[in-house]
């Protein structure tokens, strides 16, 4: 392509799919924007080349691609010199191979883009869909990690509420949902213990043993929190206890209970 003349349609095929040298692309561009003529054609011919061409990140192709290309094409048209017969309508006619094959060979090129691009564009919208459940996650995440914090927190203020400020005996709470064997457990008011024992947390089920729901030291306020131990699920509970145990803690409690509460199911 020089001067006036217009685009030959197998370089807007290769302009359609990037494959000219960035000097030629910037001629064709040049040309593309002075001359409806090869617009039409262009834009014909690229169709839905284009439009991948727009939705996906454009990629230059490997050192020697289009040369390959071209000599591909090339060797293809070369070979195809001789007209091929075709029976049509009962009369043999010529048909020009030398004019179709790359134009088959962009077609083809041009279904596997416009195949990329949807695919692109599917994924593209997997991905929107999964980053928004991402931050809609993260958001509950966040609100999660909160109320962690502050039920952790070493500096968190903690006062039980009780009818008369007399009461200093230990107490604890345990939140349970049993379906997913989920347990919050705090207790207040615990007294310290000898560095070689333990308070030892239980979930009395409604029917088999007691199930171990973790280990717990009370903070120099006597605060001590136990929160979602590895605990089976679908076991529903019909109290909670603790247990003073020997520092690695047991597998079945020993007496005395020191704090012990029944759920209203096992009441
Ligand atoms: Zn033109």
Redesign the pocket.
């Known amino acids: 392509m020089t001067g006036n003349e217009?685009?030959s349609q197998e370089e807007l095929a290769l302009h359609a799919m990037q494959a000219l040298s960035e000097g030629e692309a910037t001629a064709v561009r040049a040309?593309l924007a002075q001359?409806a003529?090869?617009r039409d054609e262009f834009a014909g011919l690229a169709g839905d080349t284009a439009l991948v061409g727009l939705s996906v990140p454009q990629q230059p192709l490997p050192a020697g691609a289009r040369d390959r290309f071209l000599e591909r094409v090339a060797a293809e048209a070369a070979s195809a010199q001789r007209p091929v017969m075709h029976e049509s309508g009962g009369k043999v006619v010529a048909f020009p191979t030398r004019a179709w094959i790359p134009w088959a060979i962009a077609a083809a090129l041009a279904s596997v883009a416009v195949f990329l691009g949807v695919k692109n564009n599917t994924l593209n919208q997997e991905l929107r869909d999964a980053s928004s459940q991402i931050s809609s996650l993260s958001v509950q995440s966040a609100q999660a990690r909160q109320v962690l914090d502050v039920l952790t927190s070493h500096s968190a203020q903690r006062v039980l509420l009780t009818t008369n400020n007399a009461s200093v005996e230990p107490t604890g709470r345990a939140v349970y949902l049993a379906e997913s064997g989920s347990l919050i457990f705090q207790a207040n008011h615990l007294k310290m213990l000898a560095s070689d024992r333990t308070y030892e947390l239980w979930v009395i089920p409604v029917s088999g043993n007691p199930i171990p729901a973790g280990l717990f030291r009370p903070d120099a306020a006597g605060d001590a929190n136990v929160i979602m131990p590895p605990l089976p699920k679908g076991v529903p509970a019909k109290a909670f206890g603790v247990t003073i145990e020997k520092a690695e803690g047991a597998s079945t409690p020993t007496a005395p209970i020191i704090l012990a509460g029944a759920t209203a199911a096992g009441e």
């Open positions: 217009h685009i040309h001359c003529l090869c």
